[in-house]
């Protein structure tokens, strides 16, 4: 039976490929397919169902059901047995469908005289394209051998759908690639921008789905698999023992590359008539299928480590390498599922935006967006299957929103808010040397937050009075081993230099949680964001925290320096990292270095333990940041990372601008420096309140120095101080609704 099905899967195969070879197109070619299929396999029925949009299947080609439903028949992703098996991307396959749960009734089809139904999914690299059927009149179930059959012809399907091979005019026939679409993804970065796509991962194209020589393409595979092991044996041998964590993913590699069973079902596939780069993509798409029906997180990664080992298997066996010769747009836009830090850096400053179908707005590619300044949005699902390079594409970092191949009206909309935008910008460069000075006389102090040599040049332009944040983690992030200590003596120099005798308060290593070394193993911990970080790994690992501590001593070479420490949850904490820090600066004058013309030494407030820490704390301390983004989500117990819970708190919530104003008062009864730091620092109506319970000074990304800036030189903070008290006293949960309508009765 198997050979005698492969056999037919071959025969069936090869007049497909006659039949792409003729001159029909379109819709007679959709049906001439339908009858190959059908009369191939012995059943009355085979009906192909295709995408109108993200939700709707269409009826396109049938043969065996009322020719007139074609094109009118539809129905909604998972209703009916076909809306199913698209939603599922799960074979479906019963003897008698009309009484299968899930069947839907469609008179209009004449399909209630069949009983048996065989409907597989026609998608290519998780990509959810249509649905293949056939039915017969005769109560059976398909052979494990037919479904199999099947699955080999809906993955030609799929790369003839993918290369345009049913065009017409009908809407779930129309060219990929070639419509509007917009993707609601997620802020990891604000600003807008237009530009043309630049794919991180260019798209492998399969041109050759059929195999015309079976014993060629096994020949092929084997050849391109052998090619494959020994690279990845190679890059196993150069990462030797220095990076355990790739050295993790090379090992998963290599045990993918070696596994019979992955090898032994592509050759299968091309046993049953598909070449070997569909064969690939074949079970490519399988792996991308599973990997989003599946929620533990260890599976995830291995069914994404086959995914990337078939990438590259495909790039051997096409030739199509990362380096297709297409050239970069002048204004790229980058498209990636996902990206590290280092791979950004390579960038750099020359993206005019960021899509990414994974990440988060805390991975390492964010903070390298945000100090780059470039609009990132994360969590754009599909992204990456429906761009190619050179799209017409424009992001919108304020609202999440990203619209590719966008048509007239977007284009305009979109160009008049980029323009609103620029304009904007020339009027705060206008106040750019001027104070933060409200109508009521408080004089606020504006600071930038940085983490690359590629922030400072900001700081002038910006209007920023010095760096109330430097994230000294990136230099460590980017980098597949530990930094030396001279190079980071020689970056911290240059971050002083640039600074121009301007305050820089650099934050020691903050690793841990979402920021992981690549060289350093993660602990296999439940909740990251409440374990092993930040202060926590450098009071553990004194001798890493000792030498970033002997490196800014070097770099302030006489100069005032101000070190803050991190993530600090209790008094101890702060004291032995504090005691540190002597030891260092003793140790340095024993040596002969110059030490600090000043030395402050600070703590973030980033855990609600600390704002209740003894007075003697605020003692000690030379000054506090509070760290917003961290305490925000310890606070209301809301991960700042999980998207159903990280909107539903707000930062003018009357509970958590009341312990704000708490931290306010102990630092104001002990005269200790006090800032926040964090994105709603950088949000002008939030920062206008934060300044009317009594903060003096706000660190935030550059670019939203001048809006804040902008809103407090228009504001009487006296008034505002009334609006949130008021409607506290009214017992309103937050104090936004009142604050946005007194700023518009009385605002500037």
């Not at 704390?617 to 606070?635: A, M, P, Y």
């Amino acid at each position: 039976m198997a050979d005698r099905v492969e056999t037919g899967s071959r025969k069936l195969l090869g007049r497909l490929r006659d039949a792409m070879a003729g001159d029909v197109e379109g819709q007679a070619r959709l049906n001439r397919i339908t009858h190959l299929i059908a009369d191939s396999m012995g059943c009355e029925v085979c009906s192909i169902y295709l995408f109108r949009d993200a939700d709707t299947l269409e009826l396109c080609a049938t043969e065996g059901l009322n020719p007139e439903a074609v094109h009118k028949t539809r129905m909604k992703l998972g209703e009916g047995l076909v809306g199913m098996v698209a939603r599922r991307r799960q074979v479906v396959n019963t003897p008698d469908a009309p009484q299968a749960k899930g069947f839907r009734y469609m008179p209009e089809t004449g399909e209630e005289v069949f009983s048996s139904f065989l409907g597989v999914p026609v998608q290519r690299l998780g990509e959810a394209l249509g649905v293949l059927v056939v039915q017969s009149r005769t109560a059976r179930e398909f052979s494990a051998d037919e479904v199999y059959a099947l699955e080999v012809v809906a993955m030609v399907l799929a790369e003839m759908t993918e290369l345009g091979a049913f065009l017409g005019d009908n809407a779930a026939m129309s060219a990929r690639h070639s419509q509007p679409v917009m993707f609601r993804g997620t802020v990891g970065q604000e600003g807008a921008a237009e530009g043309h796509v630049w794919l991180h991962e260019p798209r492998v194209v399969v041109t050759n789905p059929i195999a015309d020589d079976p014993v060629r393409e096994l020949e092929r595979l084997r050849e391109a698999v052998e090619q494959l092991r020994v690279g990845v044996d190679k890059m196993l041998e150069i990462a030797g023992n220095q990076d355990k964590d790739q050295q993790q993913v090379l090992e998963a590699y290599r045990m993918f590359a070696n596994s019979k069973g992955w090898m032994r079902r592509m050759e299968e596939d091309i046993s049953n008539g598909l070449s070997a780069e569909a064969a690939v993509e074949k079970e490519q798409s399988v792996a991308r299928a599973r990997m989003e029906q599946v929620t533990d997180n260890y599976l995830r990664e291995r069914l994404s480590d086959l995914d990337d080992l078939s990438n590259r298997l495909l790039r051997i066996l096409t030739g199509q390498g990362a380096d297709t010769g297409a050239e970069m747009p002048a204004d790229p836009i980058l498209i990636a599922r996902n990206i590290g830090p280092a791979e950004l850096l390579e960038y750099g400053r020359g993206l005019k935006a960021i899509v990414l179908e994974e990440g988060s707005v805390g991975s390492h590619a964010a903070i390298v967006a945000r100090a780059l300044a470039i609009p990132l949005v994360v969590h754009a699902e599909r992204v990456t299957t429906e761009a190619l390079n050179g799209d017409h594409i424009m992001v919108d970092g304020e609202q999440g929103v990203v619209h590719l191949r966008p048509d007239d009206n977007v284009v305009t909309a979109f160009r008049d808010k980029i323009a609103m935008l620029a304009a904007a910008q020339e009027r705060y460069a206008s106040i750019r040397d001027q104070p933060a000075e409200t109508r009521d006389g408080a004089v606020l102090s504006l600071q930038m937050n940085a983490g690359l040599m590629a922030d400072l040049p900001s700081l002038p332009s910006s209007g920023a009075e010095g760096v109330g944040l430097f994230r000294t983690e990136l230099q460590f992030l980017v980098r597949n081993q530990m930094p030396r200590r001279s190079e980071l003596v020689a970056l911290y120099a240059r971050v002083l230099d640039a600074a121009g005798g301007k305050q820089v308060i650099f934050r020691t290593l903050d690793i841990g949680s979402d920021k992981v070394l690549p060289y350093m193993k993660p602990n296999d911990e439940p909740n990251p964001a409440l374990g092993w970080r930040a202060i926590r790994v450098g009071l553990d690992k004194p001798g890493i925290m000792r030498m970033q501590l002997q490196a800014l001593i070097r770099a302030a070479n006489g100069r005032p320096l101000t070190v803050m420490f991190p993530f600090v949850a209790q008094l101890e904490e702060y004291r032995a990292a504090r005691k540190l820090m002597d030891k260092t600066l003793a140790a340095e004058e024993r040596l002969g270095h110059v030490l600090p013309e000043t030395v402050k030494v600070g703590a973030m407030l980033e855990t609600p333990s600390l704002a209740f820490a003894p007075v003697k704390f605020f003692e000690e301390v030379d000054f506090l940041s509070i760290g917003g983004n961290d305490l925000k989500q310890f606070f209301f117990a809301a991960d700042r990372e999980n998207e159903r819970v990280r909107r539903r708190y707000d930062t003018l919530n009357v509970s958590f601008l009341s312990f704000i104003e708490g931290i306010v008062e102990r630092c104001n009864a002990t005269g200790t420096p006090l800032s926040f730091c964090g994105e709603d620092a950088g949000r002008p109506v939030e920062a206008m309140c934060l300044a009317a319970i009594g903060l003096k000074a706000l660190s935030m990304r550059p670019a939203s120095i001048g809006p804040v800036k902008s809103l407090l030189r228009r504001t009487n903070l006296q008034e505002v101080r009334k609006v949130i008290a008021d409607a506290r006293h009214r017992g309103e949960m937050s104090v936004r609704p009142a604050v946005m309508e007194w700023l518009r009765t009385h605002g500037g």
